[in-house]
T-cell receptor
Framework: DAKTTQPPSMDCAEGRAANLPCNHS???????VYWYRQIHSQGPQYIIH???NNETNEMASLIITEDRKSSTLILPHATLRDTAVYYC???????????FGPGTSLSVIP | KAGVTQTPRYLIKTRGQQVTLSCSPI?????VSWYQQTPGQGLQFLFE???????NKGNFPGRFSGRQFSNSRSEMNVSTLELGDSALYLC??????????????FGPGTRLLVL
């Protein structure tokens, strides 16, 4: 079973912030939270990752709660091209048996 | 820097045949992982290679195998193909630093159809 739970789907108005939640209540101290997205069955695209501090890059921000049991990916100004399935995973090393859940299907609406 | 490349992009085979898929990681990356993605099972981890050694393996039958070459390029092989092997096969590479997690970068995938 996946170590994370996400809502199956969400809608967001174009130009508004999209806030995608992820629950990872069993995360261990040395596991990172990673976010990927997949558009039209292309290969998943890396978005952002973090251990315990909030992170920001040119694509998104990642907010991790203090107890690390949940996190939120924020796309600050969603566009139609952000319509995709977003996966939240936890991982220690590159050779972990990474378990992807079903993710959140985000639809950005004009 | 070029991304992860996978060949071929599309493949049609018949039951009982075997298939070999190829993955070239990002230059300098030494870890290569393989995943299978199907509508019913989602993204599933197949195996991971580093320095020509398999370090981890998912729950797939022995018909699924792989290898890695000294230049970090990797191949996966599926023998005695079954209809259920129809899927998108994804390869991901990472640099592998000492300690800490490593970001995996995915290729575009090979879409295999078994008839």
């Amino acid at each position: 079973d996946a170590k994370t739970t996400q809502p199956p789907s969400m809608d967001c108005a174009e130009g508004r912030a999209a806030n995608l939640p992820c629950n990872h209540s069993t995360i261990s101290g040395n596991e990172y939270v990673y976010w990927y997205r997949q558009i039209h069955s292309q290969g998943p695209q890396y978005i952002i990752h973090g251990l315990k501090n909030n992170e920001t890059n040119e694509m998104a921000s990642l907010i991790i709660t203090e107890d690390r049991k949940s996190s939120t990916l924020i796309l600050p100004h969603a566009t139609l091209r952000d319509t995709a399935v977003y996966y939240c995973i936890v991982m220690k090393t590159s050779y972990d048996k990474v378990i992807f859940g079903p993710g959140t299907s985000l639809s950005v609406i004009p | 820097k070029a991304g992860v490349t996978q060949t071929p992009r599309y493949l049609i085979k018949t039951r009982g045949q075997q298939v070999t898929l190829s993955c070239s990681p990002i230059s300098g990356h030494r870890s290569v992982s393989w995943y299978q993605q199907t509508p019913g099972q989602g993204l599933q981890f197949l195996f991971e290679y580093f320095s020509e050694t398999q370090r981890n393996k998912g729950n797939f039958p022995g018909r699924f195998s792989g290898r890695q070459f000294s230049n970090s390029r990797s191949e996966m092989n599926v023998s005695t193909l079954e209809l259920g092997d129809s899927a998108l096969y994804l390869c991901a590479s990472s640099w592998e630093a000492a300690g800490g997690s490593e970001t995996q970068y995915f290729g575009p995938g090979t879409r295999l159809l078994v008839l």
